[in-house]
């Protein structure tokens, strides 16, 4: 009888250690589902904030183009809107860059509307290529990619090169409308991509191309003419350093640019229409990046959030 007791008790010490370890395991995941629900809580709370904080800083950087720039008959990298603004306070914190899309060559004008290749622009990639050491037949797949027709140049490729894929696509037969869309044409790798960004848009607001000589690259300055080395270009850059171009004429202040810009016809400005905001928002630890493409006058190109 007394053994048969002590089994009992010993029995009941036992149950009664499951049930307090369960009880135990069950307010610990209460407690850890709480905090789960509150930190994603906070985080979606932070993330919208974050969100209306970029989105905020991106409309203000459109507000600052358009206000800043009326009137005005050149832009250059002197200009406000040029330095990056930088805002901090007690909720998160903002970055705004803008960049000139005029600065760059637009790709999406390599074929004329019949498609055919536009030559100042193939001429000016095959030149930007090969200074960034690039295959020259890219610039063939692309202007593949960008016309309306389905018959591939030397070089080249047409959706049946693209349907063949894994996993299969067509060819856009139309302008690109991302630079990233360009990582689908035959060629185009990662880094290639990479080396091509800064000096590549696809965005114009004129029917024929310029490039801003006050804004464009080193490496876009060389691409416009042969007659253009490297020295040339140095010395645009630390030409309108020091005072910004603000004619076509004044180019005549670097030695033998005048006669290569007459040679280059309308193809270069000294004012640019369209800009590239960046607007990154930072709240705790959440954070929201708006791009955005617009017009000096405030229209809106692109829009994105990520």
Same mark, same amino acid.
């Given at each position: 009888?007394?053994g048969?007791l002590?089994n009992?008790?010993?029995?009941?010490?036992?149950?009664?250690?499951v049930?307090t370890?369960?009880?135990?395991?069950?307010?610990?995941?209460?407690i850890?589902?709480?905090?789960? /629900?509150t930190?994603?809580?906070?985080?979606?709370? =932070?993330?919208?904030q974050a969100?209306?904080l970029?989105?905020?800083?991106?409309?203000?950087g459109?507000?600052?183009?358009?206000?800043?720039l009326s009137?005005?008959?050149? %832009?250059?990298l002197?200009?406000p809107?040029?330095?990056?603004?930088?805002?901090d306070?007690?909720?998160? @914190?903002l970055?705004?860059?803008?960049?000139e899309?005029?600065?760059?060559i637009n790709v999406n004008?390599?074929?004329?509307?019949?498609? =055919?290749y536009?030559?100042?622009?193939l001429?000016a990639l095959?030149r *930007?290529? %090969?200074?960034?050491?690039l295959?020259?037949?890219?610039w063939? &797949?692309?202007?593949? #990619?960008?016309?309306?027709?389905?018959?591939?140049?030397?070089?080249?490729?047409?959706? +049946?090169?693209?349907? &063949?894929?894994?996993?299969p696509?067509? &060819?856009?037969?139309?302008?690109?409308?991302?630079l990233?869309?360009? @990582?689908?044409?035959k060629?185009?790798? +990662?880094d290639? *991509?990479?080396?091509?960004?800064p000096?590549l848009?696809?965005?114009?607001?004129?029917?024929?191309?310029?490039?801003?000589?006050? %804004?464009?690259?080193k490496?876009?300055?060389?691409?416009? /003419?042969?007659?253009?080395?490297?020295r040339?270009?140095?010395?645009?850059?630390?030409?309108?350093?020091?005072?910004p171009?603000?004619?076509?004429?004044?180019?005549?202040?670097? @030695?033998?640019?005048?006669t290569?810009?007459?040679?280059l016809?309308?193809?270069i400005?000294?004012?640019?229409?369209?800009?590239?905001?960046? @607007?990154?928002?930072?709240?705790?630890? &959440?954070?929201? %990046?708006?791009?955005?493409?617009?017009?000096?006058?405030?229209?809106?190109l692109? #829009?994105?959030e990520?």
């Amino acid at each position: 009888m007394t053994g048969r007791l002590k089994n009992e008790s010993g029995f009941a010490l036992i149950l009664t250690l499951v049930i307090t370890t369960l009880m135990v395991a069950v307010v610990v995941e209460m407690i850890h589902q709480v905090y789960v /629900d509150t930190s994603l809580s906070r985080g979606f709370r =932070d993330g919208q904030q974050a969100s209306i904080l970029a989105e905020s800083g991106a409309t203000g950087g459109a507000k600052l183009l358009q206000i800043g720039l009326s009137g005005r008959t050149y %832009t250059s990298l002197s200009d406000p809107w040029a330095m990056p603004i930088k805002l901090d306070d007690e909720v998160g @914190s903002l970055e705004v860059t803008i960049i000139e899309e005029s600065g760059k060559i637009n790709v999406n004008g390599l074929v004329t509307p019949i498609g =055919d290749y536009e030559p100042f622009t193939l001429a000016a990639l095959q030149r *930007l290529g %090969t200074r960034l050491q690039l295959p020259e037949e890219i610039w063939s &797949a692309a202007a593949d #990619w960008i016309d309306r027709d389905d018959l591939p140049r030397s070089g080249g490729a047409e959706t +049946p090169y693209y349907r &063949a894929l894994k996993p299969p696509y067509s &060819a856009r037969n139309g302008g690109l409308m991302t630079l990233t869309e360009l @990582s689908l044409v035959k060629g185009f790798t +990662p880094d290639i *991509l990479d080396k091509l960004r800064p000096f590549l848009t696809i965005y114009s607001d004129q029917a024929v191309p310029t490039v801003n000589i006050n %804004t464009a690259t080193k490496e876009v300055l060389a691409a416009l /003419d042969e007659r253009i080395d490297d020295r040339m270009a140095e010395r645009i850059v630390e030409e309108r350093r020091l005072q910004p171009f603000k004619t076509i004429g004044e180019l005549s202040r670097v @030695s033998g640019l005048d006669t290569i810009a007459t040679g280059l016809g309308g193809r270069i400005t000294v004012k640019g229409g369209l800009f590239r905001i960046i @607007s990154v928002a930072r709240v705790k630890d &959440a954070a929201r %990046t708006v791009e955005a493409v617009v017009s000096s006058t405030g229209r809106v190109l692109s #829009w994105q959030e990520y």
